[in-house]
């Protein structure tokens, strides 16, 4: 099935420790996406990419890094996790028109990931 | 920076009734997309219904149709004949139509979202 696949879909982690989220999409989009997702604050953009090889900041990049190597994967990374971090994590991507600035459409969204930090 | 807004942070309707979930946003911006996203309690993010701003006609989706008032900048969600299924976070979004350097990157910007609760 197409989609966005994230993994892992849950995870605790002590804090200070380094942990990737991975993201993976196979509908060929060039622009992705991580969000957060706190109670109480809807989804808040982390960093973006527009195509491969490029990334950007989002609302909250603090103690975020994101590489873009190729269209598929756009993996999110905390070097040393903090308590705050603690949050459901969302991938998206959507098609940007090649070339251009203009988006179409809506975004599509991965299934989430839970991330406990202690 | 554009903002949206969900004034309701909850919701109740009874099964088989009506309910409206209100969205306000602002902009400066003549080209855009808004957009309602549901949220059950499996957490996976579900598209609602969509609305191009250049479009004057409001967008239905089944038992779900939206009131967009452009001038206003509001986007309300009306759900009829509710349904148990129905129950979920729904959150109002809005995407710039074209990318700016320093600005849009065409993500979502989201409300907080409205929590719906459907009584049988």
């Known amino acids: 099935i197409a989609g966005i696949t994230q993994a892992p879909t849950s995870q605790i982690l002590a804090a200070g420790r380094r942990m990737t989220l991975r993201c993976t999409q196979d509908?060929?989009?060039?622009?992705m996406y991580w969000y957060r997702q706190d109670l109480g604050l809807g989804l808040r953009l982390i960093h973006y990419?527009?195509?491969?090889?490029?990334?950007g900041k989002g609302e909250v990049p603090d103690g975020y890094s994101v590489s873009r190597a190729n269209t598929d994967d756009f993996p999110l990374t905390l070097a040393s996790a903090v308590p705050s971090q603690t949050s459901v994590y969302f991938c998206?991507?959507?098609?940007?028109?090649?070339?251009?600035?203009?988006?179409?459409?809506?975004?599509?969204f991965g299934e989430g990931s839970r991330l406990t930090v202690l | 920076a554009q903002t949206v807004t969900q004034s309701q942070p909850e919701m109740s309707v009874q099964e088989a009734e009506t309910v409206t979930l209100s969205c306000t946003y602002d902009t400066s911006e003549s080209d855009y997309y808004l957009f309602w996203y549901k949220q059950p309690p499996s957490r996976q993010m579900i598209l609602v219904i969509r609305?191009?701003?250049?479009?004057?006609q409001n967008a239905t989706e089944n038992r779900f149709s939206v009131n967009f008032q452009k001038a206003a900048k509001s986007f309300s969600l009306k759900i009829s004949d509710s349904q148990l299924g129905d129950a979920a976070m729904y959150f109002c979004a809005y995407r710039s139509a074209y990318g700016s350097y320093g600005g849009s990157q065409g993500n979502l910007i989201f409300g907080k979202g409205t929590k719906l609760s459907v009584k049988p």
């Open positions: 609305q191009e701003a250049y479009k004057q």
């Open positions: 509908m060929r989009h060039n622009a």
């Open positions: 990419s527009n195509t491969a090889g490029t990334t």
């Open positions: 998206a991507s959507s098609e940007r028109l090649a070339g251009g600035i203009e988006y179409t459409g809506e975004l599509f």
